[in-house]
């Protein structure tokens, strides 16, 4: 079982900056990537960020820029550095890891879900 517990969250004044962090446990054979997605109130969960093993990385257009994704593979761990925050930033953001994970020799990959940690940029 693995899971992924998100960090960092909180309420900002519009310009400032917040740092979300995620950490995967479990029976983790091999992160190939990990990413970051948020969700406005009425409307659908959108990408944010991801970055693979190898460290490519991918943004959505409206944060490139102002935001940085990253990772500490040590530590099982990807960051979200989120500078010049705008109220439209607000949002519940979701991490997310594709896994591969130790099961007796089959070791398949599975997609999970963080909880989510809220972000709110007020004007």
């Known amino acids: 079982q693995v899971q992924l517990v998100e960090s960092g969250g909180g309420l900002v004044q519009a310009g400032g900056s917040l740092r979300l962090s995620c950490v995967a446990s479990?029976?983790?054979?091999?992160?190939?990537?990990m990413g970051w997605y948020r969700q406005a109130p009425g409307k659908q969960r959108e990408l944010v960020a991801t970055i693979t093993s190898g460290g490519s990385t991918n943004y959505a257009d409206s944060v490139k820029g102002p935001f940085t994704i990253s990772t500490d593979n040590a530590k099982n761990t990807v960051y979200l550095q989120m500078t010049s925050l705008k109220p439209q930033d607000t949002a519940v953001y979701y991490c997310n890891a594709k896994i591969t994970v130790l099961s007796g020799g089959r070791n398949p990959t599975y997609t999970y879900w963080g909880q989510g940690t809220q972000v709110t940029v007020s004007s």
């Open positions: 479990g029976s983790i054979f091999k992160i190939n990537t």
